[in-house]
Nanobody, 125 residues
Framework: HVQLVESGGGSVQAGGSLRLSCEIS????????MGWFRQAPGKEREAVAA????????YVADSVKGRFDISQDNAKNVLYLEMNNLQPEDTAMYYC???????????????????WGQGTQVTVS
């Protein structure tokens, strides 16, 4: 069992920045994948970025590439999503997720993640 708690969401003007945090309660350390997803009202959940701890490899969705970045502080067990140059299209509920059987090519697959946080709202105007 792993517990994920997101924070850092809020309202920001277009062009602004936010940093989301995901506190991870994980007691058995092994290779796993951490991902950030977002979901707007009436839309399906979509992948934003992912980080694989085993290979220190990260991926970022084309829609946010160059503006968003994912990172993880292993000592503090915190996953971050730094969001820059935010646009109204980025408005959504943002979730962090963890998975232990997520292949590199499947990082966008919602169904491959086992644990999810409660989400934090990001609103851009």
């Amino acid at each position: 069992h792993v517990q994920l708690v997101e924070s850092g969401g809020g309202s920001v003007q277009a062009g602004g920045s936010l940093r989301l945090s995901c506190e991870i309660s994980l007691y058995i350390y092994s290779s796993y994948c951490m991902g950030w997803f977002r979901q707007a009202p009436g839309k399906e959940r979509e992948a934003v970025a992912a980080h694989y701890t085993g290979t220190a490899t990260k991926y970022v969705a084309d829609s946010v590439k160059g503006r968003f970045d994912i990172s993880q502080d292993n000592a503090k067990n915190v996953l971050y999503l730094e969001m820059n140059n935010l646009q109204p299209e980025d408005t959504a509920m943002y979730y962090c997720a963890a998975g232990w059987r997520v292949t590199r090519t499947a990082w966008r697959n919602v169904d491959d993640y086992t644990n999810w946080g409660q989400g934090t709202q990001v609103t851009v105007s």
